[in-house]
């Protein structure tokens, strides 16, 4: 693996533009000063007196996509207080697990992060692995799969984010273009999985089938449709002064309350904390590959803007490895106790009836314990915590929702903001309801 990627600037950023602004004016040099009424206009109104007003911001509200509600305090249009209230998309999700066997879960953490599911589906699968102790025994050309699976979800994730927080600031054109290279995502994840958007395709102990036959080679040529999209967002937006604008020096937030309020993935790494799971605590078979772990500095909606462009090249970079290097073999363990049988088992034969029929309603027996398991999930740390009493269905099952963490930190970002930062500064940190509320 090689250091990490800072970044700041984006590099397509016209030099002239940046070095004749002046944000004190918030004008550029040559403009036409204001006229003497509008001068006099403007003196006369930064005078006058304001009463601070309680306003309701969500969750109703477009911009807080109907999940979060956020009680603003305001002077004029200033921000000078805000109360934000979390799990209008609470779903009981943790209690639900307890129910479940431990194979029925996954449609469940699906609707965690519903759009990067594929993450979600692997990091539960590798902590009931790790308390049955067959992590090691998971066949490698799963892992590649799994990773392959994973990354394509990470850039549906992060292509979901910028371009619809940029539709929220006016520019539809990106969200089109974002939609067009997510599409292709998608199309690849229902070769592999059968659906689109929920997949429940990994499976304890491996994933459900292998990839297609014309997966690799199709996958490649959607990746450069994905990248020549990427271009386009970048090339419409990152020139433009109202995205500067809204983006640069707007919802700061600095590395040491990161993580003293314990976020991690693009959020932490805009603050220019290179902490990434895949790199600092490598699991599944992610020390085989090559990458870059972006960073940024500045901890504003600019620098997570830029961490998760970069990221999505990143991906790209990792699937291709993967794809080359992915070996022939299995997909999921060979123990009946453990594994699923395949459909056609299941529907020709009667012990593979009989296996899937014990596997999904009385459970794997899984050893009585605890296990804790993490993974780098779109938002930062997934993490599940799973506790077994010996019988198919789990006695606890806990999420740590990056989501969670960093909508923890919303406030301080937006005191001392206007109103209208408020929309790019929300969008910017992904916050996603039901991860966030589960």
């Known amino acids: ?60 509200h477009p911009a807080m996509h109907g999940t979060v509600r956020v009680v603003l305090r305001i002077d004029g249009e200033l921000i000078k207080d805000a109360d934000v209230q979390v799990g209008y998309l609470h779903r009981g999700f943790e209690k639900e697990c307890e129910g479940s066997t431990w194979s029925q879960i996954f449609p469940y953490v699906d609707r965690l992060n ?12 590798m902590a009931v692995e790790k308390l049955l102790g067959i992590t090691d025994q998971v066949p490698e050309r799963a892992e590649y799969i799994r990773v392959i699976a994973g990354e394509l979800a990470r ?74 999209y990427i271009t386009d967002i970048r090339t419409l937006v990152e020139r433009n002064r109202i995205f500067l604008d809204r983006m640069e020096g707007v919802g700061v937030i600095s590395a040491a309350d990161a993580i003293s309020y314990g976020i991690t993935g693009p959020c932490l790494r805009a603050c220019d904390v290179a902490y990434d799971v895949r790199r600092d605590q490598p699991y599944s078979v992610y020390d085989h590959f090559d990458f870059d772990v972006a960073v940024s500095e500045g901890g504003d909606n600019l620098a997570r ?67 804790y398991s993490y993974t780098e999930g779109g938002n930062g740390e997934l993490g599940f915590y799973v506790v077994s009493d010996g019988s198919g269905r789990p006695y606890k099952c806990r999420c740590r929702p990056p989501s969670f963490y960093t909508t923890s930190a919303l406030r301080q970002m937006i005191v001392g903001a206007n109103i209208a930062d408020v929309v790019p500064i929300f969008g910017s940190i992904n916050m996603i309801g039901g991860e966030c509320d589960r």
């Not at 550029?28 to 009463?51: I, N, R």
């Open 114 to 125: 519903y759009v990067s599911p594929m993450l979600n589906n692997v990091g539960f699968a």
């Open 1 to 60: 693996m090689t250091a990490a990627t800072e970044l700041r600037q984006p590099p397509t950023v016209a030099s002239d533009l940046a070095q004749t602004y002046d944000p004190a004016t918030g004008r550029q040099a040559g403009e036409s000063p204001l006229s003497p009424s509008m001068q006099q206009f403007a003196e006369e109104a930064a005078q006058l007196p304001t009463e601070e007003v309680i306003v309701n911001m969500g969750p109703s």
């Open 305 to 371: 803007y830029l961490v998760r462009i970069e990221e999505m090249a990143q991906s790209m970079s990792i699937i291709e490895q993967a794809l080359v290097q992915i070996p022939p073999g299995p997909v999921i363990i060979d123990d009946p106790i453990v594994a699923l049988p395949a459909k056609r088992e299941v529907y020709n034969s009667i012990e593979g009836m009989i296996a899937h029929f014990k596997l999904i309603m009385d459970g794997i027996k899984v050893p009585p314990g605890e296990a």
């Open 155 to 228: 850039i549906s994730d992060h292509l979901t984010c910028i371009t619809a927080s940029l539709a929220e600031l006016g520019g539809l054109t990106t969200f089109f273009y974002g939609n067009r290279a997510r599409e292709h995502v998608w199309e690849l994840l229902e070769d592999l999985s059968g659906a689109r958007l929920t997949h429940s395709y990994a499976r304890i102990g491996g994933v459900a089938w292998d990839l297609t036959e014309d997966f690799a080679d199709k996958t490649r040529v959607k990746l450069e449709k994905i990248r020549g």
